[in-house]
Every structure is written in C-alpha cells, then in structure tokens.
C-alpha cells in the first residue's frame, strides 16, 4: 500500500498518507517491541537481554509511538495551515530595463 500511494498520484491524499503512516509505525512496533515484550512474559517478567537492549527497547516502544503521533500532526498542521502553492503566481513580464540586474551591478569605480 505504501509503494502505491507514493507512485500512483490518485492515491496521494491526505488520508492515505495517514494510513501509510499508521501501517509504518504498526510494523515499526510489530519489528522493534513486541518479540522483547512476547519473550519478556514468557520468560515470568525477567529480562534477559542486558541493559543495552533494555534501553534500546524502551526506547523503541517510546518513539514509535511518539513518533508517529508528532508525524500526524505536523501533517495535519501542514495540510492545514500550509502554503498552498497552486494559487501562488508568479511573475511573467520581464522587469523594466533600468531595474535589471546587469545595471545595478555597473556601479562607478572611484
């Protein structure tokens, strides 16, 4: 589903940017934090993978879910409150000869 929303345009809303999101943060927790937490109750509540993967499992379990929530809302923050670049114009005319650059740059050396 991810590869699909990012290679095929009608798929490209808002919506299922926050499907996708969703489903990356599931499996980040489905890779990262459930095998510790499935050996962690088989084992009575003993850990017995060392303090540094203790840490790094914490770690894990916390930034996945707070991760995909600041995620969330910074999209929704930017879907909201963002610039919309479809109603920006540009400018087409050339700008007036006495405003060019290559004029404002001949200044007189003294």
Known sequence: MGFSVLTYRPLRGVQNFY?????V????VALLVMPFNVANYILDARWAFGVVVCH???TADI???ILDVTVLDVQRHT????VD???VRYRTRPLPSDSRP???RSAPNH
């Open 19 to 23: 499907i996708v999101s969703l489903a």
């Open 25 to 28: 943060a599931d499996l980040a």
């Open 56 to 58: 790094v499992w914490l």
């Open 63 to 65: 930034l996945t879910c």
């Open 79 to 82: 879907h909201l409150y963002g």
């Open 85 to 87: 670049t479809e109603s």
């Open 102 to 104: 290559d004029r404002l």
